[in-house]
């Protein structure tokens, strides 16, 4: 009786070992992103190549939409023989490193079993648009002028290191003027300054021209959110869009500028997410919001320096 416990326990390890793998065949995915260095924007080609055993049945995801990645189907769900393999054209939007995260692939196995199986997730590299050695392009005199391409990232990018580097230049010569021991103030830019630069680079970025309004309006929110952070001393930047209004109602400083901010994630959150249309005017009315929003902000907060009030002090 024992004998046959331990045979039948065996058959079912056995059983179960193989479940994920018949015939020493396992299902694996991977994910392979050709370019790996791109420019906010910009296009890659994702392929997920799929092994598993002949007749094996496999459902691809079915892309991915997020604030930050993008990635759409490009060929149909893949038949026949092993490899499997779906293509899917991404985009990346952010100012920051970004990872393509594991994507799982169900399965059917021919004998009925079940299951799931996920790629690596495969890094992103944020690079400029200017190509490399280029960093100061000219244009010859023999040639009629041409448009340099140049993305809002980079001139962002090129503001900020500019007025790191002044605020350096400033301390530096400050700390001259001071004792030996006794320390230097320390500089940072204003937020409205910071904000308003940040505007003015995107509009001047090209992408309103050539009709790139899913990047226009999360580069326009991203510096919305992160003016309100600063000012407003809150987690702005991790807010929805639904938290980011409910938390301006209720602040004595943000009640103002709730329809607003509110106006701006609405049209943001309809280009990103349902893929509705955007007009140029449209664009560039919502920019000349953003910057009244930093405005009646800074006015509310003189006013209050007068009153004793305290900028950052919710109600």
Not at 273 to 284: H, L, M, N, Y
């Amino acid at each position: 009786m024992t004998s046959r416990r331990l045979a039948a326990v065996g058959i079912l390890l056995l059983a179960t070992a193989r479940a994920g793998e018949p015939g020493g065949a396992p299902v694996t995915v991977q994910a392979r992103v050709t370019p790996t260095e791109v420019t906010v924007g910009q296009s890659f080609l994702l392929e997920l190549q799929v092994t598993a055993p002949e007749g094996a049945r496999l459902e691809f995801p079915p892309g991915l939409r997020s604030e930050t990645l993008e990635l759409v189907p490009v060929s149909p769900a893949p038949t026949g023989a092993p490899p499997h393999t779906a293509q899917y054209r991404g985009r990346c939007f952010t100012l920051h490193e970004a990872i393509v995260p594991p994507l799982t692939v169900r399965f059917q196995l021919p004998d009925g079993t079940e299951g799931e199986a996920s790629s690596e997730a495969v890094p992103l590299h944020l690079v400029s648009a200017l190509p490399k050695g280029e960093d100061n392009p000219t244009l010859a005199d023999v040639v009629a002028p041409v448009a340099v391409p140049v993305t809002w990232l980079f001139l962002l990018a090129l503001a900020v290191l500019g007025a790191v580097t002044t605020a350096a230049a400033v301390a530096l010569l400050r700390r001259r003027r001071h004792r030996v021991g006794k320390p230097a103030p320390v500089l940072t830019v204003p937020p409205d300054q910071e904000a308003l630069r940040a505007l003015e680079q995107l509009s001047q970025a090209g992408v309103l021209e050539r009709e790139d309004y899913r990047a226009f309006y999360i580069a326009l929110m991203e510096i919305v959110k992160r003016y309100l952070e600063r000012r407003l001393s809150a987690p702005v930047l991790e807010m929805t869009s639904t938290e980011m209004g409910a938390f301006l109602r209720r602040h004595r400083l943000g009640k103002e500028l709730a329809p607003i901010a509110r106006e701006l994630a609405s049209a943001a959150d309809q280009v990103k997410f349902a893929r509705g249309s955007a007009q140029r005017a449209a664009a560039e009315r919502h920019l000349a919001e953003a910057r009244g929003l930093v405005a009646a902000l800074e006015r509310h907060l003189r006013e209050e320096e007068g009153e004793g009030a305290v900028p950052g002090r919710a109600s």
